[in-house]
């Protein structure tokens, strides 16, 4: 029909005279459409051709893109904020159904190997010594060419940098790197990995930092890739090939290979690729017909049934076919070995994702997690769009894989998988759609061997081993202890870290690894900010991304800084960094937000502290009176610390690190907790820097708070200290959502709760009160201060507010604001000021006669 319109179209064109029609001509045009639509259509299916793709190749060229210390980890957070920046990118205007599909089209390329070229060629500039010839590049390109339509859009190049493309390009794409790194005596005897980092590694996170040696990358071909043995400087510390020439990297040369395109959660390790591609094959489900998936050729079994659903081969049937072709080939064995156990080679910072086996690792653990992940949300996916049509992928990824709440359904989350694989996976369903996947991809996977006959026994003891193997092997940690474990409330920090770079960076990146996950820096929560402890200079701008922080901070940037802690200077500069910070608030009507905290991370001994120091640090706690500055220590700083904090007590720790890089939690947790345990603020806009300021008046700002979890706030005395009738505070819901909240407030504790006892205070520390679906709760903010004969005595005054959902379950979309919604079922609600004044004892006589008893206490202490 379509060359009949053409032949119509060249006869309308032609003199009237002139009738006879060139048949060959309008085959020439023909011909030339469709190589046109061929080629139009071939740019989104680069990353399906049986070469690297042209804008994933820098991933493999450059040195620095190569090194993966220098990219950002492997985890969920990560992939969600990379999502996150794409779904924000002003030239991008999709809906979930589409960016699934394209991120799968622009990012991933399953089966991408190092192929060790001939020893005695030189480097060449030509050729690049990597290309997807892994098994699982053809289940990849049947699901891109035929089962998970693009629309022949594509992302640009310039739609993420360099170093955040080839993260989440080893995020999606799955391969087996099989060189001997020189550590399989003992990776094979870790621990695996598991949720709740219940399992711990021992392996040193020496071997973690993998540091690119530039120059052995352009010495011969024949080493790019390589690497030697326990060098330092090495990525992956592969060792040679033991000379031996080989056409591409043979499976078995190491028994404990690293796997590639597994992404960490707290439920276990999962295939992100996997993962995307089930919600993207859900969100457009197909039924296609075997025989188109076969290319036409003539499939060798009997009784297969005539289409595929996508999303089988998007996730369980892919790996299930793999596995049944390959080790049924190979081995010929009538029993298919489904799940390989592995565990990443560090507790922080996951990177390298190290398998317990070099065999049968078709389908191994995290792909089976990613294949069920990835199953149930696209299974659902429609569901799911119908209670909110503007859901984000991000916001998807990142309500599954929450401890509470779940996508719509409390049922519906990661910590829920074992029963959500039963609910959602029938065995006879399962068999006859990897019958008939396994049939198609026989047709395009070369394989050792040719199966005649018995291919219906191989994927039944597949199927019957993969129910065997889900429901007993997993071991995802449950809901309730999940619950149980996890902390009820999201911080919102401004975590500004001066750090000393005396710290081997082995040592103290995994604590910062650490602490930023732990804060949750992000869009939706808080940031980080990197300085120097020699000067206060910034290292690491402010950030609200994880994958930007780690794409920063890295050896070369620890190296980089300078050496040494100078606490009068870094002190000075980073004061006048946060008055400036308060005067910028100051000039957008900032009311409440995150809470700001200074965090000295210092493994240098015998501090210089003395006068000048101590009156930039009374300068600064006086000037920005809601800023804890916090002491984390490698020796006891205790005496050239006490006087530059608000609780000396608790305000000044000592960690213990090493470059082992275990037990990272248990040392680090005293500093986490201190950063937990200081609110969000409440602030008078109007006071700055300088507090010269007169009254608030009236001034709001908005919150938002997920069902089940509780918000925390403090207000420094700063802004009530003297006596004001009308000074009060109040919290009003301002949108929809399930169930009440409970506001509660305190003197004594930072983090009242209803039905909490505080020991040695009386009943009436903590008073709540719970506000309906309307309506406001007001607290009178008077005489606050009264009995308290300094501003620095007057506690501060604290804050909650805790959604009390009961037994129900979120189940509709509420908060509809993607800019500001990290939830769609988040619930808004109000804070208002009312005449909140601005006081400073900055330049008060009573903070002077402070000072000087301090002195005098340091003096005395001395003495003695």
């Given at each position: 029909m379509h060359?009949?319109?053409?032949?119509?179209?060249?006869?309308?064109?032609?003199?009237?005279?002139?009738?006879?029609?060139?048949?060959?001509?309008?085959?020439?045009?023909?011909?030339?459409?469709?190589?046109?639509?061929?080629?139009?259509?071939?740019?989104?299916?680069?990353?399906?051709?049986?070469?690297?793709?042209?804008?994933?190749?820098?991933?493999?060229?450059?040195?620095?893109?190569?090194?993966k210390n220098n990219l950002p980890p492997t985890t969920m957070p990560v992939l969600i904020d990379i999502i996150r920046k794409i779904e924000d990118n002003p030239n991008i205007n999709m809906d979930l159904r589409q960016l699934s599909a394209l991120v799968l089209h622009t990012y991933r390329q399953d089966g991408i190997e190092f192929h060790q070229p001939e020893t005695n060629v030189g480097t060449s500039s030509m050729v690049l010594p990597y290309a997807p010839t892994f098994h699982s590049f053809h289940r990849h390109r049947l699901l891109l060419t035929r089962l998970i339509p693009s629309n022949l859009q594509t992302l640009a190049n310039t739609t993420l940098n360099s170093a955040l493309k080839c993260a989440f390009h080893h995020m999606l794409?799955?391969?087996?790197?099989?060189?001997?790194?020189?550590?399989?005596?003992?990776?094979?005897?870790?621990?695996?990995?598991?949720?709740?980092?219940?399992?711990?590694?021992?392996?040193?996170?020496?071997?973690?930092?993998?540091?690119?040696?530039?120059?052995?990358?352009?010495?011969?071909?024949n080493k790019n890739g390589q690497i030697r043995n326990h060098n330092p400087k090495d990525d992956v510390d592969y060792s040679s090939f033991s000379d031996v020439k080989s056409e591409r990297q043979l499976l078995g040369e190491s028994t404990c290979p690293l796997l590639n395109g597994v992404v960490s959660t707290q439920w276990d390790a999962v295939s992100g690729g996997n993962l995307i591609a089930g919600?993207?094959?859900?969100?457009?489900?197909?039924?296609?017909?075997?025989?188109?998936?076969?290319?036409?050729?003539?499939?060798?079994?009997?009784?297969?049934?005539?289409?595929?659903?996508?999303?089988?081969?998007?996730?369980?049937?892919?790996?299930?076919?793999?596995?049944?072709?390959?080790?049924?080939?190979?081995?010929?064995?009538?029993?298919?070995?489904?799940?390989?156990?592995?565990?990443?080679?560090s507790t922080q910072a996951h990177r390298h994702f190290m398998l317990h086996s070099r065999t049968n690792v078709e389908m191994t653990d995290p792909e089976i997690r990613g294949d069920i992940d990835g199953f149930v949300l696209g299974s659902t996916i429609t569901t799911t769009l119908g209670r909110y049509s503007s859901l984000r992928l991000s916001q998807l990824l990142d309500m599954y894989y929450s401890p509470r709440n779940g996508v719509f359904d409390r049922s519906l989350r990661a910590c829920?998988?074992?029963?959500?694989?039963?609910?959602?996976?029938?065995?006879?369903?399962?068999?006859?759609?990897?019958?008939?996947?396994?049939?198609?991809?026989?047709?395009?996977?070369?394989?050792?061997?040719?199966?005649?006959?018995?291919?219906?026994?191989?994927?039944?003891?597949?199927?019957?081993?993969?129910?065997?193997?889900?429901?007993?092997n997993l071991n995802t940690v449950s809901c309730i202890t999940a619950e149980t474990t996890e902390p009820d409330f999201r911080l919102k920090t401004n975590l500004y870290i001066v750090l000393d770079n005396t710290w081997?960076?082995?040592?103290?990146?995994?604590?910062?690894?650490?602490?930023?996950?732990?804060?949750?820096?992000?869009?939706?929560?808080?940031?980080?900010?990197?300085?120097?402890?020699?000067?206060?200079?910034?290292?690491?701008?402010?950030?609200?991304?994880?994958?930007?922080?780690?794409?920063?901070?890295?050896?070369?940037?620890?190296?980089?800084?300078?050496?040494?802690?100078?606490?009068?200077?870094s002190l000075t500069n980073i004061r006048i960094m946060m008055q400036n910070q308060l005067r910028n608030e100051s000039t957008v009507n900032y009311v409440g937000g995150n809470s700001t905290v200074l965090l000295y991370l210092i493994n240098s001994g015998n501090l210089q502290s003395n006068e000048a120091v101590w009156e930039q640090a009374r300068i600064l706690n006086e000037t920005?009176?809601?800023?804890?500055?916090?002491?984390?220590?490698?020796?006891?700083?205790?005496?050239?610390?006490?006087?530059?904090?608000?609780?000396?007590?608790?305000?000044?720790?000592?960690?213990?690190?090493?470059?082992?890089?275990?037990?990272?939690?248990?040392?680090?947790?005293?500093?986490?907790?201190?950063?937990?345990?200081?609110g969000r603020r409440i602030v008078n806009p109007l006071c700055g820097a300088d507090y010269t300021a007169g009254s608030s008046g009236s001034r709001q700002f908005d919150d938002f708070v997920e069902p089940g979890y509780t918000n925390f706030y403090a207000m420094s005395p700063n802004y009530f200290y003297q006596a004001n009738d009308n000074r009060r505070i109040r919290v009003s819901r301002s949108g929809s959502g399930i169930g009440s909240l409970v506001v509660c407030h305190s003197r004594v504790t930072p983090q009242p709760r209803r039905n909490t006892t505080i020991v040695g205070f009386d009943q009436n520390a903590i008073?709540?009160?719970?506000?309906a679906s309307t309506g406001n709760i007001e607290i009178s903010l008077q005489n606050m201060c009264d009995g308290y004969w300094a501003i620095n005595s007057c506690p501060f005054f604290y804050l909650s507010v805790q959604s009390d959902t009961g037994t129900a379950t979120p189940s509709s979309a509420t908060c509809t604001d993607n800019s500001v919604c990290r939830f769609p079922y988040n619930i808004r609600y109000s804070i208002q000021v009312e005449e909140l004044g601005c006081f400073s004892g900055a330049r008060s006589l009573v903070a002077s006669v402070t000072f000087i008893l301090a002195s005098l206490y340091i003096t005395v202490m001395r003495s003695i």
């Open positions: 060359k009949q319109m053409v032949l119509d179209s060249v006869s309308s064109q032609r003199p009237a005279d002139n009738t006879r029609i060139d048949l060959h001509l309008v085959d020439m045009i023909w011909l030339g459409l469709l190589l046109v639509a061929a080629l139009g259509g071939s740019h989104a299916q680069l990353t399906a051709q049986t070469s690297v793709a042209p804008e994933l190749r820098e991933c493999y060229l450059d040195p620095q893109l190569l090194n794409s799955t391969t087996v790197d099989a060189r001997v790194r020189g550590d399989e005596s003992s990776c094979n005897q870790l621990s695996q990995y598991r949720a709740l980092r219940s399992g711990r590694s021992l392996r040193s996170i020496k071997d973690d930092v993998e540091i690119l040696d530039v120059a052995k990358l352009q010495l011969s071909a919600i993207a094959a859900g969100a457009q489900l197909q039924q296609v017909p075997v025989l188109e998936l076969a290319k036409g050729s003539v499939l060798n079994y009997d009784n297969v049934q005539q289409t595929v659903t996508s999303i089988y081969p998007a996730t369980l049937t892919g790996d299930l076919a793999e596995a049944i072709l390959i080790q049924g080939t190979d081995r010929g064995s009538p029993s298919i070995s489904i799940g390989t156990a592995g565990n990443w080679n829920n998988r074992n029963e959500l694989s039963q609910t959602y996976i029938t065995s006879t369903t399962l068999a006859s759609e990897t019958y008939a996947f396994a049939a198609a991809l026989d047709t395009n996977m070369p394989l050792r061997g040719t199966i005649i006959g018995g291919l219906d026994q191989l994927v039944n003891s597949a199927v019957n081993n993969f129910q065997s193997y889900t429901s007993s081997q960076y082995q040592a103290i990146y995994p604590a910062i690894s650490y602490l930023i996950d732990s804060i949750e820096v992000g869009k939706f929560g808080s940031s980080v900010t990197l300085l120097s402890a020699f000067d206060g200079s910034i290292v690491v701008n402010r950030t609200f991304s994880l994958a930007d922080f780690h794409s920063n901070y890295t050896l070369s940037t620890h190296q980089s800084m300078h050496s040494g802690v100078n606490l009068q200077t920005v009176p809601d800023l804890r500055i916090l002491f984390a220590t490698s020796t006891n700083q205790f005496d050239n610390l006490w006087n530059l904090v608000r609780d000396m007590h608790n305000d000044i720790m000592t960690i213990s690190l090493s470059t082992a890089g275990v037990n990272v939690e248990i040392v680090m947790a005293s500093v986490l907790r201190r950063i937990q345990e200081v008073t709540c009160e719970t506000l």
